[in-house]
């Protein structure tokens, strides 16, 4: 079936670096996409959205890029801190389905100090 | 302004009983979306109301109900509970279709 997902399920990087969570998606109706971030104990945490007639956009030491083409969604967070670790869930949102969001299977960022 | 609120954040029951939980959104949304959220499935949609309308609904048993009142408050209830249905249950609100979905924090739901 068609689903979002997640390339790796775990990434570990260095306090001050900068990290990079890919997501594919595979329904080419897909117009919507959003970042959310899920520390232990809280529910998913808004980030970032794009929308589909663009292909990147920043916020506060986020970018996010989509990749229409081969149907690729990455979130680049610049110089990451200890509080950036988290788990990282993609998720996509149809025109045609509401707000019903389906939601990949998450990475788990581990920032070193 | 306040975020979403779900209440209560803990529940255990014991299978066959049934289960209400409920999800106060954002002052000014009338979008209420549930999800249900386990190591093994991951976040899956459960039912999305907007004025009181259910809108969308995954695919889960019928067990699985919801209601939206006029105020936006929204209540999800499962009934004759199997152990299969502990998880973490999400309530997201919404001003309205295709905008920015906040979550609340959850109700863990254990079935013993």
């Known amino acids: 079936g068609e689903s979002v997902g997640l390339h790796l399920p775990t990434l570990s990087v260095q306090e001050g670096d900068n990290s990079i969570i890919n997501c594919a998606y595979s329904n080419s109706a897909s117009d919507y996409f959003i970042w959310y971030k899920q520390e232990s104990g809280k529910g998913p945490q808004f980030i970032i959205d794009?929308?589909?007639?663009?292909d990147k956009r920043q916020g506060q030491r986020v970018t996010v890029l989509l990749n229409k083409t081969v149907k690729h969604l990455s979130l680049q967070i610049a110089a990451t801190q200890p509080g950036d670790s988290a788990v990282y869930f993609c998720a996509e949102n149809r025109d045609n389905a509401g707000n019903m969001l389906t939601f990949g299977g998450g990475t788990r960022l581990m920032v070193k100090p | 302004k306040a975020g979403v609120t779900q209440t209560p954040r803990y529940l255990i029951k014991t299978r066959g009983q049934q289960v209400t939980l409920s999800c106060s959104p954002i002052?000014?949304?009338?979008?209420v979306s549930w999800y249900q959220q386990t190591p093994g499935q991951g976040l899956q949609f459960l039912f999305e109301?907007?004025?009181?309308?259910?809108?969308n609904k995954g695919n889960f048993p019928g067990r699985f109900s919801g209601r939206q009142f006029s105020n936006s408050r929204s209540e999800m209830n499962v009934s004759t509970l199997e152990l299969g249905d502990s998880a973490l249950y999400l309530c997201a609100s919404s001003l309205g279709t295709g905008d920015t979905q906040y979550f609340g924090p959850g109700t863990r739901l254990t079935v013993l």
């Open positions: 002052s000014g949304h009338r979008s």
């Open positions: 794009i929308r589909s007639n663009m």
């Open positions: 109301y907007f004025s009181e309308t259910q809108r």
